[in-house]
């Protein structure tokens, strides 16, 4: 930003982004002062860097501020299942699933063996594939489903990510 710039000569956006075309790092750094702005360096990969007439403040809060939208969008989210499930009850948390993989968010589905259900492993397994099959539209699996004790489980993430 400002003084820190330090090539002869940059590409200027201005603060309502109308692109001013390039000038020397000193005269745009006179014009972002002229105007109470800071001159801050946006893409410094592109030939010439391509800085902006910001305030700095703002621009920093508002950096800040969608880092921080982006971190919550990785959530991790859990759905249970039992093998006993309802019709009416499977589709109730199958849009639950649908709703979090369009909001971004990576889904485990687990389905819980209650007493002595764990020797039908195999409907639960059937279960995990037709909740597969209904979210392949906007979703993939992660890896194979695992069985950890009384469970097994599975990710699914929204396909925009694969």
């Given at each position: 930003?400002?003084?820190?710039?330090?090539?002869?000569?940059?590409?200027?956006?201005?603060?309502?982004?109308?692109?001013?075309?390039?000038?020397?790092?000193?005269?745009?750094?006179?014009?972002?002062?002229?105007?109470?702005?800071?001159?801050?360096?946006?893409?410094?990969?592109?030939?010439?860097?391509?800085?902006?007439?910001?305030?700095?403040?703002?621009?920093?809060?508002?950096?800040?501020?969608?880092?921080?939208?982006?971190?919550?969008?990785?959530?991790?989210?859990?759905?249970?299942?039992?093998?006993?499930?309802?019709?009416?009850?499977?589709?109730?948390?199958?849009?639950?699933?649908?709703?979090?993989?369009?909001?971004?968010?990576?889904?485990r589905i687990s389905i819980?063996?209650?007493?002595?259900?764990?020797?039908?492993?195999?409907?639960?397994?059937?279960?995990?594939?037709?909740?597969?099959?209904?979210?392949?539209?906007?979703?993939?699996?992660?890896?194979?489903?695992?069985?950890?004790?009384?469970?097994?489980?599975?990710?699914?993430?929204?396909?925009?990510?694969?």
């Open positions: 930003m400002n003084e820190r710039i330090r090539v002869p000569e940059v590409r200027v956006v201005g603060d309502t982004g109308e692109n001013l075309g390039v000038m020397p790092t000193q005269q745009a750094i006179a014009l972002a002062k002229e105007k109470g702005l800071d001159l801050v360096e946006v893409a410094p990969q592109a030939t010439p860097p391509v800085c902006r007439l910001v305030d700095f403040g703002k621009f920093h809060y508002q950096q800040e501020k969608k880092e921080r939208k982006q971190k919550h969008r990785s959530k991790l989210k859990e759905i249970k299942f039992t093998i006993k499930i309802g019709e009416h009850d499977f589709q109730t948390k199958l849009s639950r699933v649908r709703e979090f993989l369009t909001h971004g968010d990576m889904v819980f063996f209650r007493g002595r259900e764990i020797v039908h492993a195999s409907r639960g397994h059937d279960l995990l594939k037709r909740v597969e099959e209904e979210v392949k539209d906007i979703a993939r699996v992660e890896g194979q489903p695992m069985a950890k004790g009384k469970i097994l489980q599975i990710m699914i993430v929204p396909a925009q990510h694969s």
